[in-house]
């Protein structure tokens, strides 16, 4: 009788210890889950982050070739790039729309 007991004992410990490891190993899953999320998360901001300084950093070169064609060299091809350009830059910030919505007039 008593081994009997013993066996269910062990037999229950060993369940147990089971049932802690696959909570572990479930838990282990989901932190590396989270992980992974916060990972592609953390990605996706640098990449909006980078594309968004891109943006200012074409603008004020755009704004300074702008004033430039205002103040003197008032040549029409100067102005012509200008406008091909902000056509670009609007072309490129508004059609992935869904993954940044943005544009060029928002950062203006």
Known sequence: MMMMMMM??????MMMMMM???MMMMMMMMMMMMMMMMMMMMMMMMMMM???M???MIRRSIYNLSKSAENGY?????ILVVNI??????LYVNA????YP???SDVL
Do not use: E, Q
């Open 74 to 78: 008032d040549d029409h091809f100067k």
């Open 102 to 104: 943005i544009s060029v």
């Open 54 to 56: 891109m943006i200012i």
């Open 96 to 99: 992935p729309g869904m993954i």
């Open 50 to 52: 980078m594309i968004r």
């Open 8 to 13: 269910m004992m062990m037999m229950m410990m």
């Open 85 to 90: 350009l902000m056509t670009a830059i609007n």
């Open 20 to 22: 802690m490891m696959m």
